[in-house]
């Protein structure tokens, strides 16, 4: 199990840059299209979007370090990359759930 958050982030910024209708299909998906739009905008992630990226990161570490890796430099890498992440992940703004940042053009960051 692997946060999306990141992962949903890195592929808007592919799109960005090399496909247009992918990258409008994913900032009006959804359930997606919202975080992808705000994040692009520079308003951040939301609070739930944070704690959940954030939970489910740590949980699946420490989950994997615990319980299925048992090469010690391999957990301190795991460990090392979480750790990068929260810290990217909590120095980001945090957007509010107003009606400003729902009904903000979906379309924010397009490339033109």
């Known amino acids: 199990m692997l946060p ?16 247009q209708r992918w990258h409008t299909w994913l900032v009006t998906h959804p359930v997606f299209g919202r975080h992808v739009a705000d994040y692009l905008a520079g308003r951040g992630l939301r609070p739930r ?3 959940l990226a954030l939970a489910t990161l740590w949980a699946s ?38 009606a400003g940042a729902a009904s903000a053009p979906a379309t924010a960051g397009l490339a033109t």
């Open 4 to 19: 999306t958050v990141p992962f949903v982030l890195l592929a808007a910024a592919c799109f960005l840059r090399s496909s």
């Open 61 to 98: 570490v420490l989950l994997s370090v615990l319980l299925v890796v048992p090469i010690l430099a391999v957990d301190v890498v795991l460990v090392a990359v979480a750790a990068a992440v929260s810290i990217y992940l909590l120095r980001l703004p945090t957007a509010t759930g107003g």
């Open 49 to 51: 979007a944070k704690i």
